[in-house]
């Protein structure tokens, strides 16, 4: 087994090396590992609980089998394969029951009470401090100490529910890449931009076929919704993908009998350790109080956007009806007419700024941003990969290494849809050596075609920041312990502020013009055409405000309100919808069956975090604004009080030490285009 490459925690994964042959046996000797560490600690009654002989010797255990389990996942999301999928799935239950006795270790928790209760332990760091509150915490969380009886249930509760969000996240995943639509005459893809098509053209080809290829995947789905002529070519599409993994499809890919049992399963968790529904559970390790305040800034949210969100729909129903001669303008409508009203107003369109921001522009402009802000610089380098897209980069302050990541940018088939940031590895003190942290950042942009660069929309630049942010929370942390270096330890609906911070930058003038260049000519995006865009930032901006807050709503009610064993989540979806939207899709769209953040993530009674954070990320970035923009000395402050404490004390702390007060309303409110709402 020493030939196995989940075993080698030398340096980075080897990725090339690994198979699907390689998961089990290096899962069973890691497991087997960690539990006979615990046994050691657990054991060892007359040796004092130190952190040196409890902490650190747990921590060394658990990481490697972290690390080992972290790249199988990764590898399960975005190389997935039948052989992978098998091996990822007959560990899962092994991982779960693993975490769950560590969990409910009563000797354990003994050990950690004894440390906490140490009369040296008071001068002890403040992150040590925070970890064995943590552990703590987790140990009640995790029913350490529930009875017996209850702890068995508590433990095949937990299995399961690892083993149906897993199921979950793969339906879709299949759902999504079952669909394919090939298209021989071009005319039937009228509006449909030069850069998407010949993406079609090469997908069909891949196939060994003539003409166009449209799947569900991000960058063949949106360009029809967004510019084709072909009203019932958007409906074929926007009907397929919203029936993904529902009644509509094959009952194997059908995700709803999963999301009653994850209903049923979360709510029996959350009774079993003493909560009212698996909301207050959620809510009980986060900044937010109770699901009652949550709702209610969800709803005070909803009541100052939806007077601009009426005000939207209204507006684009006139357009569709006296411009494009939509009477009706229906859900695979929006986009198309949505995109026709951008360029009828404001005199540009998504495509033409495209073409301004190449690949080989935008990631030079995100990295000038960041050496601006923290002083830091960007180099790319050699590593091992999981695909040939994939290039890996290292974080450099006064030319030492403080981090590092991976870029895997384009969407493909068997790989997950959307975008996020993984932790590879985390930093950490060992001896005198500080273990730097890894991050694995993963887009579903579309790829580079007819040997020009990747072509990005605004919208995906900004999601490219949003990411990094994640990922520079996680890289310039400063904290010697994991448990709390980076994004470990940070209260769930503050993960997102570091993230959404980050997208201000896309709408400085200085920060775009720096990574812009016309893919044909080379110039830089012209001023008038940045001021178009900026003059249409808030466009439909009531419209997606309100869309947030319904996800939001429904996410924290079903999981508080719904019965979950006779409960009608569509209908509780419906009274949200009546509440606090102002689009009504048709019947049959089934979108919880593919709402992965609640039902297959970390999200479940916590998506109302992107709106939490967007709070904290505005307040944060007006300190850049009074200052002039992007700038070192804000920057610095940025990073002493926020991405360089991680989880090492409580995130609204973080923010008093970066701001000076709480946080306000104020500049969300300004930013997103509704300060006349809020004022009256």
């Given amino acids: 087994m020493s030939q196995n490459p989940l075993l080698d925690f030398s340096g980075l994964p080897r990725f090339a090396d690994i198979t699907p042959a390689h998961i089990t046996p290096a899962i069973d000797i890691l497991l087997a590992e960690a539990r006979a560490t615990v046994d050691t600690l657990t054991g060892a009654r007359d040796v004092p609980a130190h952190w040196e002989t409890l902490v650190e010797p747990l921590t060394d255990a658990t990481e490697r089998l972290s690390r080992a389990w972290g790249v199988v996942g990764h590898l399960n999301a975005v190389v997935n394969t039948p052989e992978l999928r098998e091996a990822y799935n007959a560990n899962i239950p092994k991982i779960s029951a693993f975490w769950t006795e560590l969990g409910q270790n009563l000797a354990l928790y003994e050990r950690f009470k004894a440390l906490a209760a140490d009369p040296g332990f008071d001068a002890a760091s403040t992150a040590r401090k925070r970890i064995v509150e943590n552990n703590l915490r987790d140990f009640r969380l995790s029913g350490a100490e529930l009875p017996d009886a209850q702890k068995a249930r508590f433990a095949e509760v937990q299995s399961r529910l690892a083993e149906v969000s897993a199921k979950f996240e793969q339906n879709l995943l299949d759902a999504t890449d079952a669909f394919s639509l090939y298209i021989d005459d071009v005319a039937e893809l009228e509006g449909v931009p030069e850069d998407a098509l010949a993406l079609f053209a090469a997908a069909a080809q891949a196939d060994g076929r003539s003409g166009y290829k449209i799947t569900l995947q991000a960058p063949f789905y949106l360009p029809v919704m967004q510019y084709a002529a072909n009203r019932p070519l958007r409906q074929k599409l926007y009907e397929s993908y919203v029936k993904r993994a529902s009644e509509f499809g094959p009952a ?11 209903l049923q399963l979360a709510r029996e968790e959350a009774q079993l350790l003493g909560f009212a529904d698996y909301a207050e559970l959620s809510l009980y390790t986060k900044m937010a109080e109770s699901p009652a305040q949550v709702i209610d800034f969800l709803r005070d949210l909803a009541a100052r956007a939806k007077p601009f969100a009426r005000r939207d729909r209204e507006a684009l129903e006139a357009f569709a009806r006296s411009e494009l001669g939509i009477d009706t303008l229906e859900a695979w409508d929006i986009g198309y007419a949505a995109e026709k009203l951008r360029v009828a107003r404001y005199a540009f369109s998504e495509q033409e700024v495209k073409q301004y921001f190449p690949e080989s522009r935008v990631l030079p402009g995100l990295f000038g941003v960041v050496q601006t802000l923290y002083g830091v610089t960007v180099r790319q380098t050699d590593a091992p990969v999981w ?20 870029f895997d940018l384009y969407a493909r088939e068997g790989k997950r849809s959307g975008a996020w940031m993984d932790d590879a590895r985390g930093r950490r003190l060992k001896g005198s050596t500080v ?13 580079p075609v007819g040997g020009k660069p990747a072509l990005f929309t605004h919208d995906e630049v900004i999601t490219l920041f949003h990411e990094f942010g994640h990922g520079l929370h996680h890289m310039l942390t400063r904290v010697d312990e994991l448990g709390v270096s980076g994004i470990n330890g940070v209260e769930w609906d503050a993960v997102e502020l570091p993230s959404q911070f980050m997208e201000n930058f896309c709408w400085e003038w200085d920060v775009v013009q720096g990574m812009s260049a016309h893919v044909d000519t080379g110039e830089p995006l012209p001023r008038t055409l940045f001021d178009k865009m900026l003059a249409a930032k808030n466009f439909q ?30 209908a509780l979806l419906d009274a949200v919808r009546q509440e606090v939207a102002v689009n009504f899709p048709p019947p049959y769209n089934r979108f919880p069956n593919s709402f992965s953040h609640i039902f297959a993530g970390g999200y479940a009674a916590g998506y109302y975090s992107y709106k939490w954070a967007e709070v904290l990320s505005a307040d944060a970035y007006a300190a850049f604004e009074e200052a002039g923009g992007a700038n070192a000395d804000i920057g610095r402050r940025f990073w002493d009080e926020i991405l360089a404490v991680g989880g090492s004390r409580p995130a609204l702390e973080s923010f008093r030490a970066f701001r000076g007060r709480d946080p306000q309303i104020d500049a969300l409110l300004r930013h997103s285009g509704m300060v006349e709402t809020a004022d009256a």
């Fill in 252 to 262: 194997e890919l059908d995700n709803t009998s999963l999301i009653r049992e994850k």
């Fill in 387 to 406: 695909h040939p897209d994939v290039r890996y980069y290292e974080l450099c302050k006064d030319g030492t290494v403080i981090g590092s990541f991976y």
């Fill in 435 to 447: 273990q730097t942290p890894v991050a694995y950042l993963t887009c579903n942009f579309t790829r």
């Fill in 541 to 570: 901006s009531g419209m997606m405000t309100v869309r947030q807050l319904e996800f939001a709503l429904f996410d924290l009610r079903v999981y508080s309100e719904l019965d979950p064993d006779n409960g009608d989540w569509m």
